[in-house]
């Protein structure tokens, strides 16, 4: 099994506080991998991290066998242009429509024609329950309307590697259900990697191929959905039991 | 901290700042000379920005050539000179107050407009949404505004210009009966196109100053919506100081030589 991204030894800090400490995290190709862990842990960080948004301030990140922090402004764009990111709280362009914002990527970074766009913007607003919406501005819309058309548009030119920030915190279950199983369908059929950041242990459980535990800016757990639900790790287990008892500080 | 630590500190934050807006300035004039711009959003950012503007400029212009008028029209009658008012309110319209007075109020429609738009869109990630998606912020957002404020800036002097003299004219005729033939008459004898359009370049800096300011302030904005806040005056305030220097500086360059050389 082949990794496509790869972080080695990182240490990252926001002024004086030391988010991730000499972290190391294997991404597989063509597989799901979930990162959980408590909220404020860094989760978003690592996928900031992943795409060359922030940089680390030690330790070195690969992506599809390139070393971030080695490429140059244009080549960094374009890896980015090949790497789906939803953010947490969506970040829609406010200025533009639903519409615009999921058709933004086409229109930028493809030759594709008008009617094309058209059509697959439709295609993929109808897959996370927007038809309908398209023309609405971000401000007109509800929360889990807002990160549905988030989630569409970090899909919309089908990249092989998707970051999810919490693509389905605040869903219904019917919309989470969803969501998850375009995750799960992206990678059956583009063989795409996915990094995606959940709290929702059930719909973790139906798509992890690997879980990460991150905990005090470090993994203090990895492996397959049985290895982490089997295992010993009393900070793992009371973080899959949402226990208040336990050695997590509250 | 002690003084000197305190003045070096301030030192290197001004010429960050200041090195800050060059590189911002460059990059855009790169996208620029490429002629990779957004045609339809420089349109809309034309429309919002210079388009929008049209009302602040009349009414301070309008005024302006009003004030001009009453001051040397009541005094050149005394002198029996009152055929050289309509001069005097052109000449200090078309090359100072025109240019100058439309920028400090389109800098504070206008340039709050962008440091807040931009500011606001930084404290919600869709600067980062950008950059992840392999935008440039510079080509998407800075870029449409700064072309659309180079055209409408100037366009938005000549009007003022029009303006001031045709207020001026009607309050020089209405206060010290100086007819609107000599008032124009004056006008074309003592002010010359070259006038005009030395006033025109300043208002071309000017627009440039207003928006590269309006979007550093925006782009740098940290911490919620107080920071959009303090991003937003900060860019009126640092757009009006640069306008004055740069006015003075303009007027030393395009209009200095006529003490030495006449
Ligand atoms: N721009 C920033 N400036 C300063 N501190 C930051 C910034 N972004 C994140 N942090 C800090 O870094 C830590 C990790 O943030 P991050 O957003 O990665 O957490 P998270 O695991 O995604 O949390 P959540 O589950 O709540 O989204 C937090 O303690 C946060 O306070
Ligand atoms: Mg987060």
């Not at chain 1, 919309?175 to 059956?188: G, M, P, Q, V």
């Not at chain 2, 030192?11 to 790169?30: F, H």
């Not at chain 2, 309509?86 to 107050?97: D, I, N």
Request: hydrophobic letters at 50%.
């Amino acid at each position: 099994m082949a990794v496509i991204a790869r972080l080695e030894d990182v240490t990252m800090s926001y002024g004086q506080r030391v988010v991730l400490q000499n972290l190391s995290l294997d991404i597989v190709e063509g597989a799901i991998t979930c990162v959980i862990g408590l909220s404020g842990a860094g989760k978003s960080t690592i996928l900031r991290l992943l795409n060359g948004l922030r940089r680390p301030d030690s330790g070195r990140i690969y992506v599809k066998g390139q070393e971030l922090g080695s490429l140059s402004d244009r080549e960094l764009i374009e890896l980015r242009r090949s790497i789906g990111f939803s953010f947490q709280f969506a970040a829609l362009f406010d200025s533009l429509s639903v519409f615009e914002n999921v058709a933004l990527p086409l229109r930028e970074n493809t030759t594709l024609g008008t009617d094309e766009i058209h059509k697959r913007v439709t295609h993929a607003l109808e897959s996370v329950g927007l038809a309908g919406a398209e023309e609405k501005l971000p401000a007109e819309l509800s929360g889990g309307m807002v990160k549905r058309a988030g989630f569409a548009r970090a899909i919309i030119t089908n990249p092989d590697m998707v970051l999810y920030d919490e693509p389905t915190t605040g869903l219904d279950p019917i919309i989470t259900h969803l969501l998850t199983d375009t995750i799960l369908r992206l990678r059956n059929q583009l063989n795409g990697t996915a990094v995606v950041i959940s709290h929702d242990l059930q719909s973790i459980f139906m798509m992890a191929d690997y879980i990460a535990m991150l905990f005090e800016g470090a993994v203090i757990a990895y492996g397959s959905v049985d290895e982490i639900r089997a295992s010993f790790n009393p900070i793992v287990q009371q973080f899959l039991q949402g226990s208040e008892v336990g050695p997590i500080p509250i | 901290m002690n003084p000197l630590e305190s003045v070096g500190r301030e030192s290197t934050d001004l010429l960050e700042y200041v090195g800050g807006v060059a590189i911002l300035g460059s990059e855009s004039a790169s996208f620029i000379a490429r002629l990779r711009i957004r045609v339809a959003e420089t349109f809309n950012q034309a429309y919002l920005l210079g388009v929008q503007s049209w009302s602040i400029v009349l009414l301070t212009s309008l005024f302006t050539g009003m004030v001009i008028s009453l001051e040397s029209a009541v005094q050149a009658v005394q002198y029996g000179v009152g055929n050289l008012v309509g001069g005097a309110v052109a000449f200090g319209s078309f090359r100072e107050l025109g240019p100058m007075l439309s920028a400090v109020v389109v800098a504070g429609r206008a340039g709050a407009a962008i440091a807040a738009e931009l500011g606001s869109m930084v404290v919600t990630e869709q600067i980062e949404a950008l950059d992840a998606l392999g935008l440039s912020p510079v080509r998407m957002l800075v870029v449409p505004r700064l072309v659309a404020m180079l055209i409408m800036m100037p366009v938005l002097t000549i009007f003022a210009d029009i303006v001031s003299i045709l207020g001026g004219a009607w309050l020089a005729n209405s206060v010290a009966h100086i007819s609107y033939d000599t008032f124009l008459l004056s006008v074309r004898q003592q002010v010359h196109i070259g006038d005009m359009l030395k006033g025109l370049v300043k208002s071309f800096v000017f627009g440039a100053i207003i928006v590269l300011i309006g979007c550093y302030q925006g782009l740098r904005t940290r911490g919620g919506a107080a920071g959009v806040g303090v991003a937003t005056t900060g860019a009126v305030v640092i757009a009006i100081i640069l306008i004055f220097i740069t006015n003075f500086l303009l007027s030393y360059i395009l209009f200095g030589q006529q003490f030495g050389g006449g």
